[in-house]
């Protein structure tokens, strides 16, 4: 709200008084004008209730000025009214220079492939990271969501500063986890120390509020969000994780259930993400990953699927390749002659490179 010396004088001599209004017990405030109530507002929450106001200033219940200040402000659209006596203060808004924007900028950003055969998922040449972009990694448990999300931190670590927090790498004592510590001893192409014995990312034992803890620039990956109830909440904890992100890039794991296309709440674990991917099993040890949403493409990507192994105890990833819906059996991996042939059951095949 504007505090501006010059605003009008709203003072309605009927309501004047020099003192106090003994008979009625209300302190009676001289000349009361709309700056008044602008500088009384400054210091409201951004939600009020009209008669709290007006009791804590001790304002005459019948000044015609104080109510001639609110309906101004709400002529200004200074002030909501959301009900009965209930306010909302309307903060300013600057227009955005969106032509000032450097659209040549990217995030130097480095997505998770093979170190043992070398395959990839190519997403390198299919989809741009820029700053405050979340990328949302959505997988039924213990089919690769971890592998994929510390994946991504051994091939940004030394790009970019890098925090780690979530519930898979603690102990609920937040003491350091052998099993954490033995999985990435397994990731023999990262070097995690610096040259000084220092470690290249910060972990954090962080369960909640996550958006409290993060630092705007930096590569954050949470693995993993747990909701237990009230899904929808998942929503506007992607909205103040992308908040605090600023001109870094965020990574959030959740669980799915299997055979659903999206991770627990559904839409609202999308709506905010910039990049989606949903994780399941397929055949026998193995994995698949389907692309569901990507903002900022360089080509045609969404709904393009990739199968690919685990290795190493969790560690690792192999055998990288995407693969194509089985059009005999249209996924079924059945058909009424018996399990398909084409696809072995599968319900999707190898996609063919020419």
């Known amino acids: 709200l504007l505090t501006s010396p010059d605003r009008i004088d709203l003072t309605d001599k009927a309501d004047l008084t020099d003192g106090t209004d003994k008979k009625r017990g209300v302190t009676m405030v001289q000349q009361l004008t709309k700056t008044q109530v602008e500088w009384w507002l400054e210091n409201e ?13 001790q304002i005459d219940p019948e000044s015609d000025n104080f109510y001639k200040a609110i309906s101004r402000l709400c002529d200004e659209k200074k002030l909501r009214r959301l009900g009965r006596g209930l306010y909302r203060k309307i903060k300013p808004v600057k227009p955005i220079q969106w032509r000032d924007a450097d659209e040549s900028k990217y995030y130097d950003f480095k997505w998770f492939k093979s170190h043992s ?7 390198e040449d299919t989809i741009n990271i820029s700053a405050n972009d979340l990328v949302v990694i959505a997988g039924v448990s213990n089919y690769g969501k971890s592998t994929l ?3 991504l931190l051994g091939e ?16 609920l004592a937040n003491m350091p986890s052998p099993k954490f510590k033995r999985r990435m001893m397994r990731m023999n ?9 220092k470690d290249k990312f910060l972990l954090l034992p962080i369960r909640k509020n996550y958006e409290d803890y993060i630092e705007g620039g ?13 899904f929808y909440r998942i929503g506007k904890i992607f909205e103040d994780i992308k908040t605090a992100t600023g001109n870094g890039v965020a990574v959030a794991v959740i669980q799915k259930e299997e055979g659903a296309d999206l991770g627990r709440g559904r839409g609202f674990t999308r709506d905010m993400a910039d990049v989606y991917f949903s994780i399941d099993p397929y055949g026998k040890g193995e994995s698949r990953l389907t692309v569901g949403k990507v903002k900022d ?4 990507i969404e709904g393009r699927i990739w199968a690919f192994k685990i290795v190493d105890s969790g560690a690792n990833l192999t055998e990288i390749r995407e693969i194509e819906r089985c059009k005999k059996c249209k996924t079924k991996g059945f058909t009424p002659a018996g399990p398909c042939q084409s696809c072995n059951g599968k319900g999707y095949v190898d996609v063919m490179l020419i």
């Open 297 to 300: 493409p360089k080509r045609p």
């Open 156 to 171: 940004n670590v030394d790009t970019n500063p890098c925090i780690l927090m979530g519930n898979e790498y603690t102990t």
């Open 189 to 197: 192409w990262v070097d995690w120390g610096t040259p000084d014995g």
């Open 218 to 230: 930096n590569l954050t990956i949470i693995d993993w969000i747990n909701l237990t109830d009230n």
């Open 149 to 151: 999300a510390l994946n």
């Open 117 to 123: 055969d070398y395959s990839t998922f190519g997403f």
């Open 45 to 57: 929450e951004d939600e009020f209730y009209l008669d709290k106001l007006r009791t804590k200033h």
